[in-house]
């Protein structure tokens, strides 16, 4: 019997690897478990998908050097963050605020790069 954990998903679409593990040990270093799924798409689809799928309804979307996260009762395109060409220290913080909206606490700052 396989037995789907409440989890952030990750979907990804040849995400640059570096940005992939800083979003990871973001989301580790508060405490919650994710997945991540390759797919197809631009990364307003991926985000969208991630968290329709998401149990935690928390997903994030990756493309190569660019992330989005998305909570699933927002519509496709409207992320509640977005990297272009993030620092590792903006992916960390991504990672950690997708962790903190789904235990209701306030978000890091993503200061210093775009949103």
């Known amino acids: 019997m396989i037995v789907n954990r409440p989890s952030i998903m990750i979907y990804t ?3 640059d690897k570096d940005l992939l593990k800083e979003i990871c040990a973001g989301i580790e270093e508060e405490g919650v478990l994710f997945q991540i799924v390759s797919g197809n798409g631009d990364v307003d689809e991926l985000a969208h998908q991630a968290a329709a ?6 997903g ?3 493309t190569g050097q660019q992330a989005a ?4 009762p927002l519509p496709k395109g409207h ?4 990297l272009i060409q ?5 992916c960390r913080d991504l ?3 997708s962790a903190r909206a789904v ?5 890091r700052s993503l200061a210093g790069g775009s949103q």
């Open 53 to 58: 799928e998401s149990m935690l309804g928390s």
């Open 103 to 107: 235990k209701k606490m306030p978000f």
């Open 95 to 97: 990672g950690a605020n």
């Open 69 to 72: 996260m998305q909570m699933s």
């Open 60 to 62: 994030i979307g990756i």
């Open 13 to 15: 679409d040849h995400p």
């Open 79 to 82: 992320n509640v963050f977005e």
């Open 86 to 90: 993030p620092t590792l220290r903006q």
